[in-house]
């Protein structure tokens, strides 16, 4: 059986032991201890901490930022998303972890054009092997179309194998409207 075992130590700090071990028992069947080993794993603990505490920090971060924002690992599969994105694909209640966007579409039918678009994307980013942008519309409730700027940073494993895919995209729709409404004018005043 294994133990993780907190103590203070003689130096007043607390330690923590992983402790291992089996019972023994006499010739006639008592039980009289435990026979095993234990090993300090007091800096494994705190790394374990920090390492909660970075990621907590991180997911802090990427829920603050107002783009949209996907992790995506080497096999396509959705690992983080912020509120703005869940929004924007309507995931909003979705169990979307650790799925793909062709998954996802099987959830949303009515944003498949849109996710088969994001996939091929995806995959001109892997195949650029750097940060790509692209310009992506989504088809929102009630018909409502959004454009966005998207970019994209493939990362990869040192053996070259793809690691993950880091998504931001910018809601671009009331400047590019903006745009064609400047040029529009600049157009009837020629």
Same mark, same amino acid.
């Given at each position: 059986?294994?133990?993780? $075992?907190?103590?203070?130590?003689?130096?007043?700090?607390?330690?923590?032991?992983?402790?291992?071990?089996?019972?023994?028992?006499?010739?006639?069947?008592?039980?009289?201890?435990?026979?095993?080993?234990?090993?300090?794993?007091?800096?494994?603990?705190?790394?374990?901490?920090?390492?909660?505490?970075?990621?907590?920090?991180?997911?802090?971060?990427?829920?603050?930022?107002?783009?949209?924002?996907?992790?995506?690992?080497?096999?396509?599969?959705?690992? $983080?998303?912020?509120?703005?994105?869940?929004?924007?694909?309507?995931?909003?209640?979705?169990?979307?972890?650790?799925?793909?966007?062709?998954?996802?579409?099987?959830?949303?039918?009515?944003?498949?054009?849109?996710?088969?678009?994001?996939?091929?994307?995806?995959?001109?980013?892997?195949?650029?092997?750097?940060?790509?942008?692209?310009?992506?519309?989504?088809?929102?409730?009630?018909?409502?179309?959004?454009?966005?700027?998207?970019?994209?940073?493939?990362?990869?494993?040192?053996?070259?194998?793809?690691?993950?895919?880091?998504?931001?995209?910018?809601?671009?729709?009331?400047?590019?409207?903006?745009?064609?409404?400047?040029?529009?004018?600049?157009?009837?005043?020629?």
């Amino acid at each position: 059986r294994d133990f993780i $075992i907190g103590r203070v130590g003689g130096d007043g700090v607390q330690h923590w032991v992983s402790v291992s071990g089996d019972p023994v028992f006499d010739g006639a069947g008592t039980f009289v201890g435990y026979r095993g080993a234990g090993s300090d794993i007091t800096e494994r603990r705190h790394a374990e901490a920090a390492l909660r505490e970075s990621n907590s920090r991180l997911l802090a971060l990427i829920e603050s930022i107002p783009d949209a924002i996907v992790f995506k690992d080497g096999g396509g599969r959705w690992r $983080i998303a912020n509120e703005p994105a869940l929004r924007l694909f309507e995931l909003d209640g979705v169990d979307w972890q650790g799925r793909t966007d062709g998954e996802l579409a099987a959830v949303r039918p009515a944003l498949g054009p849109t996710l088969e678009h994001c996939h091929s994307t995806d995959e001109a980013a892997w195949s650029a092997g750097r940060l790509t942008l692209a310009e992506e519309t989504v088809d929102g409730e009630g018909g409502g179309r959004r454009q966005f700027d998207v970019r994209k940073v493939p990362l990869f494993e040192a053996d070259g194998s793809r690691r993950a895919l880091v998504i931001a995209a910018t809601d671009a729709t009331e400047r590019r409207r903006a745009e064609r409404q400047l040029k529009d004018s600049v157009a009837l005043n020629t």
